[in-house]
């Protein structure tokens, strides 16, 4: 079963400042660490672990680490005003869906073992600038991932979608 869900985005410039600075303190070490972003800094082909505020992402250095999410497409709204959270929704979850069916050759609902999640703007990020709906996939059992979930179905690697 496919699983959408949109989680309303509204960062500042503080919440992307604190973002830099918890992602700059784990560089230290010869090994790549994992780090901080906001969730609007994210791009595809990130893994990431989602913070309690959901704000905030936890980024893996590659995917190979445990998981919960794996960004695959992401896209810009368009509009000067903000079009409701419905329309951001619908929006979200026809882009979403079209790009996993490209990616992956099945449907969420055919693949059972993951499903999608979106994140889009709310109001006060739309009036902030934020456009940006981001869609990830999880597994549909809830447990953490480790490698790339579309190189597991055989699927087109993640990329950026205009």
């Known amino acids: 079963m496919s699983r ?9 410039a503080a919440a ?4 830099a600075a918890l992602s700059l303190s784990g560089c230290a070490g010869g090994d790549p660490q994992p780090f901080t972003l906001a969730v609007t800094e994210l791009e595809p082909g990130q893994c990431f672990d989602l913070a309690a505020d ?4 936890l980024v893996k ?14 896209k810009e709204l368009d509009g000067a005003s903000f079009p409701g959270d419905d329309a951001v929704t619908d929006a979200a979850n026809d882009f979403c869906t079209t790009e996993y069916i490209a990616r992956a050759a099945a449907s969420p609902s055919e693949n059972g073992r993951y499903s999608i999640e979106f994140f889009g703007p709310s109001a006060k990020g739309w009036a902030e600038g934020d456009r940006a709906v981001l869609c990830s ?9 480790t490698g790339s979930a579309f190189a597991g179905l055989g699927g087109a690697a993640a990329s950026p979608t205009p």
């Open 54 to 57: 959901e704000a905030f992402a």
């Open 16 to 19: 992307l400042t604190v973002a």
């Open 61 to 74: 250095p590659d995917c190979s680490w445990q998981h919960d999410h794996e960004v695959f497409a992401m």
């Open 137 to 145: 996939m999880v597994s549909a059992g809830g447990q953490p991932s």
């Open 4 to 12: 959408s869900g949109l989680c309303l985005r509204a960062c500042g």
